[in-house]
């Protein structure tokens, strides 16, 4: 049965800081804090949890047609639109996928830390913690929490 949902992102990204140095809590004015709500369609097919939906990336001319999916502790996004991408997030591993936008393609690796899954009768809660490297260079920590509240 589809569903219509409120799905509301928000991720900090937080600089890697050289050897040695502390790392930068998730709330230091140093971090990238970015943040969208849009309405979606939320559908379960056995384990699997799914959400479709659009959204529109800051500076992109169109919007992106997104689909999350969760089973268990692995959540995969998707994105296309002007710009394709396939994350997967699942603690202790790494996943490189090619990330196009209309610049040019560059490789992505996510190398996830922490996955967090919570469900309400209200609302889905997933948390992820991940580190991001761009043609295999490391250039961010990050964190993204992502609602998906019934509506």
């Given at each position: 049965?589809?569903?219509?949902?409120?799905i509301v992102?928000?991720?900090?990204?937080?600089?890697?800081?050289?050897?040695?140095?502390?790392?930068?809590?998730w709330?230091?004015?140093?971090?990238?804090?970015?943040?969208?709500?849009?309405?979606?369609?939320?559908?379960?097919?056995?384990?699997?949890?799914?959400?479709?939906?659009?959204?529109?990336?800051?500076?992109?001319?169109?919007?992106?047609?997104?689909?999350l999916?969760?089973?268990?502790?692995?959540?995969?996004?998707?994105?296309?639109?002007?710009?394709?991408?396939?994350?997967?997030?699942?603690?202790?591993?790494?996943?490189?996928?090619?990330?196009?936008?209309?610049?040019?393609?560059?490789?992505?690796?996510?190398?996830?830390?922490?996955?967090?899954?919570?469900?309400?009768?209200r609302?889905?809660?997933?948390?992820?913690?991940?580190?991001?490297?761009?043609?295999?260079?490391?250039?961010?920590?990050?964190?993204?929490?992502?609602?998906?509240r019934?509506?």
């Amino acid at each position: 049965m589809h569903q219509n949902v409120q799905i509301v992102l928000q991720s900090v990204q937080r600089p890697i800081l050289t050897e040695g140095r502390e790392a930068l809590s998730w709330d230091s004015p140093q971090c990238q804090q970015l943040g969208t709500e849009t309405i979606g369609e939320y559908y379960r097919k056995g384990d699997s949890h799914y959400c479709l939906y659009e959204e529109q990336p800051e500076g992109w001319e169109q919007p992106a047609r997104t689909m999350l999916k969760w089973r268990g502790h692995t959540i995969e996004l998707q994105r296309k639109g002007s710009m394709i991408t396939r994350m997967v997030f699942e603690p202790g591993n790494s996943y490189c996928s090619p990330y196009r936008t209309p610049y040019g393609e560059l490789l992505m690796e996510t190398e996830t830390r922490m996955v967090r899954v919570r469900e309400t009768p209200r609302e889905i809660l997933l948390v992820v913690e991940y580190g991001l490297k761009l043609d295999r260079q490391p250039i961010s920590e990050n964190r993204m929490e992502i609602r998906v509240r019934y509506l």
